[in-house]
């Protein structure tokens, strides 16, 4: 009897420790972006060892677990050996009967302390099964050099996990500034490890054409190259008489198709965007032949150059699209993706209402302004890549004078034009400059690189890409798109992209009633540690303070402080010193002190500061309004 009770109490205590340790872990969230589905935290743990093999069983599943020790070795200082079948360790297993929960990107992640098992319908499943567990290891993991005494531990769980869109991208503008071949495999290595499934790669554009076309040499020869500038996009001199043009580059056909395989190792494909007819001055530098007025002119810089260099291809003479026919029939080879992005944005008409060619074209087709003729140039195109099996996107302006038949609308000013052709039966990718613009200002603009207009982190995290009343079967998804007119290189490419891609990821991934706002800093925080490791940039812009004039009736202008995260304090002064945690700290709106001239402010939390010591003078603040 007294055993009994022994083994009964010895029993209670165990359930009740599990208990509290159950408990624990749950406290503990994962860090984990995008948001998976669902997750349902264990006990203890599985670590990784030189010793762990990892067993693959599926087509394809051998190179995924090659994958896996790239990611892991630089940090680890080993690989794992890699088998055949099942066994103790680290499992990848694709279904022989399929899950239909899953779907065709989901994957099911079982963390044991004696096993991991990973299964999905596909490849690519088990590809984002692997991102979910190494961002469970420590964040060392992203480390490039050898992280010696870390415990290569990953939480004991169950995940189920799937996305609620099919299209999750981001978009690289390479030619308002140049990226080498290297920088856009990081690009779509870092994208891809947030469980982003498309590269937008904008190869053309005023500023420079990237892509070689073997069959028009020129547009290479003549049209990457532009004279070298720094300063402010737009207040550029253009290139001087005699002065090299030696700043650009581009994409021999060999370097695309390595790009192209490399996304393909890790299941993003890549939309090549050729934007026509307008944002065409490269290819007119190139071959002037095709533009109304076939004057030689030079590849914009950033000086000033709309309506006055014709940018627009003719759409009146016929060798316009033979020469495009060249251009696509290149393109279709070397990108197998079935969808071809051809722009189609901003066209200045000017020079077509003036070009005798265009407007015997619109005579002759019936055509009653220039928008019904931008409407028959991107018809045109789109039989010409129906001809090689390649399904057109533009920017939503191609809705303008008609929509070309099967087109799929990108919708940027706004979710206008992606209603307009949803409602229109048509294939729509959203991406409202207003949450998805990455080119855009993160934070108070006095102390971050120049650029243009707003889009915060707060504002990427709370875009719904699916409007009231719309088939959410025709919304493929979204897109994070980054234009480089003011991203001179790389490292400024990463800090514009981190951490508001990762918002985006998780609005394309994550269902929306998981989303949480809060949960979501947390989880910025901790990938802000990991990109540390991995020498990755990203923008602190969420820490900074946030200032906005405020007007009441009649009264002078008076001062409101805010932050975009919870839990910071703000501390302000009006007469030229540095504010501190002594100084006032900011309760309700501001009343501007006679002959103040600057306020500063700073933020802090837990009395450290975090945010960016912001200067504005009162002055430039009034013209806030
Ligand atoms: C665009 O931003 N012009 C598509
Ligand atoms: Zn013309």
Redesign the pocket.
Known sequence: MKNQLFILCLACFVASCQKTQESNFKDEALSIIPEPVNIDLKPGYFTIRNNTAIYWEGEGLEAVAQYFNTRIEPAMGFSLSIKKGTGRGINLTLLDIEDELLGDEGYRLTVTPRNIEIVANQGNGVFYGIQTMLQMLPAEIKSNSLKKDVEWKIRSAEILDKPRFKWRGLMLDVSRHFFTKEEVKQYIDQLSEYKMNIFHWHLTDDQGWRIEIQNLPLLTEKGAWRAKRVGQWWTRTPRQDGEPADYGGYYSHDDIREIVQYAKDRFVEIVPEIDIPGHALAAIVAYPEISCTQTVTDINVGNPFYRIDENTMCAGNDLTFDYLDKIFTEVAMLFPFEYVHIGG??VYKGFWQRCPKCRARMKNEGLSDTYELQSFFIKRVETILQAKNRKLIG?DEILEGGLAPSATVMS?RGMAGGIEAAKAGHEVIMTP?NHTYLDLYQGEPSVEPDTYSMCRLTDSYHFEPVPDGIDADLILGGQG?L?TESVPHFRHAEYMTWPRGWALAEVFWTPAERKNWTHFVKKTEDHFIRADFGGINYARSMYNAIITPFYDENSPMQIKLDTEIDGLDIFYTFDNTHPDLYSPRYEHVLSIPKDATWLKVITYRDEEPVGKMIRLRIDELKKRR
């Open positions: 944005d901003e920017w940027w400059n798109n234009w």
